[in-house]
């Protein structure tokens, strides 16, 4: 499975938009890129995931680059419950081996 | 948490002697996994199941031994256990198919110490 990276932390403004980037400049073409995000002290949770086309749900949109190196997660209006570590992970489908990193800690701001 | 449940959600135990952690689910789910999370080092596989009897091992498998004799059930056994092994273990389940794909639902977690 290729490396991610994610910077360690970020803030965010409440009701702005946040932006959450991941590099994963050695992907091959069959991995799909996954986010879950684990608020303090909970089980991670499933946010979104794509293989080459953005995606959109009730939760976030993942914005994947044409050549697929980097990704970005948007919640479009970040609230204080947003504040948790989110990690990006790129995976073969099926592949039950998910391997999580040490993800970026979001803080929202009030 | 979505039809899962881990017990117990607290454990102190001494060096030494063996810990059982259960995770029980009613999505009859075919997949089921354990990790542990540790400061710094994000969660971390330990073994997983893909079927009722049918286990193989992750990431940090050694000292830890599994079973699966239904489908709801999926046990993690320390036989004797380290300060080493002291974390905070979380149960996953996720469907089979392309659907439920890598999509994990995750338990409350189960925090367990070992002097």
């Known amino acids: 499975d290729a490396k991610t990276t994610q910077p360690p932390s970020m803030d965010c403004a409440e009701g702005r938009a946040a932006n959450l980037p991941c590099n994963h400049s050695t992907i091959s073409g069959n991995e799909y890129v996954y986010w879950y995000r684990q608020i303090h002290s909970q089980g991670p949770q499933y946010i979104i995931h794509?293989?080459?086309n953005n995606e959109t749900n009730e939760m976030a949109s993942l914005i994947i680059t044409e050549d697929r190196k980097s990704s970005t997660l948007i919640l479009p209006h970040a609230t204080l419950r947003d504040t948790a570590v989110y990690y990006c992970i790129v995976i073969i489908l099926g592949n039950e081996k998910l391997t999580f990193g040490t993800g970026t800690r979001l803080t929202i701001i009030p | 948490d979505a039809g899962i449940t881990q017990s117990p959600r607290h454990k102190v135990t001494e060096t030494g002697t063996p810990v059982t952690l259960r995770c029980h689910q009613t999505?009859?789910?075919?997949?089921m996994y354990w990790y542990r999370q540790d400061p710094g080092h994000g969660l971390r596989l330990i073994h997983y199941?893909?079927?009722?009897?049918?286990?193989d091992k992750g990431e940090v498998s050694d000292g830890y031994s599994v079973s699966r004799s239904k489908t709801e059930d999926f046990l993690l056994t320390l036989e004797s256990a380290t300060s080493s092994q002291t974390s905070v273990y979380f149960c996953a389940i996720s469907e089979s198919g392309r659907a439920g794909a890598n999509v994990l639902t995750f338990g409350a977690g189960s925090r367990l110490t070992v002097l």
């Open positions: 794509g293989l080459k």
């Open positions: 999505e009859n789910h075919r997949y």
């Open positions: 199941s893909y079927g009722v009897k049918d286990t």
